[in-house]
């Protein structure tokens, strides 16, 4: 069994969608440069644990959940959802990354997952970091049956970074709030965070 069915996650909260003349498609961004020059043995959506290493990632734990929807609020399953983003230390496992910082070989770096019944995926990763440039994000790409594929990416709310982050400032205004996430204490786990993110697929 794929090892992204163990691991153990928060329950996914199935909100009621909106209406289906309210919603926006997510806006598409860059995949950046930085998208797995070939992808990791290990690519669940467990981006914490690596096979084979006996530390976890560096970096605050963060489950991420939510849905895949059409433009018309419907779940859309079985949609191919990948995430990207740099390690603790402001590294991203590719070749190009020649910064001058170790990578954390205990962070998958990336990670993917098939959307379920009701359009839910989830990950458990870490809290974003800034790099030299760059404001906090994690990089998604979504494949789904019968639709355009998206690149995006999605950004935590509140950081003072993100209006000075050139991606981010380059969505129009209005549509900003639709890949910012604001993240909260688990209460179980007051030093684990949780945030949802849905993505709204273009007709």
Known sequence: ???????????LLVLA???????RATPAQTPGPFYPAELPLDDDN??????????Q?????????GRIL???ATPVVDALVEIWQCDANGRYHHP????????????????????????GYRFRTIRP???????PHIHFAVTAPGARPLVTQMYVGDESGNQRDFLYTRIP???????????????????????????????
């Open 1 to 11: 069994m794929n090892r992204r069915h163990l691991i153990t996650l928060p329950p």
């Open 17 to 23: 969608p909106r209406a289906a003349e309210a919603l």
């Open 46 to 55: 467990d981006l914490v644990r690596v096979k084979g290493q006996t530390r």
């Open 57 to 65: 990632a560096r970096g605050t734990i963060l489950h991420l959940s």
């Open 70 to 72: 059409d433009h018309r």
């Open 96 to 119: 190009g990354d020649t910064r001058g910082v170790a990578p954390d070989a205990g962070f998958q770096g990336y990670g993917r997952t098939l959307s379920a019944e009701g359009g």
């Open 129 to 135: 970091v800034p790099y030299p440039g760059r404001t």
């Open 173 to 203: 205004a209005d549509l900003r709030q639709l890949v910012t996430v604001s993240l909260s204490p688990v209460a179980a786990s007051p030093d684990t965070l949780s945030g949802r993110f849905d993505i709204v697929l273009a007709p």
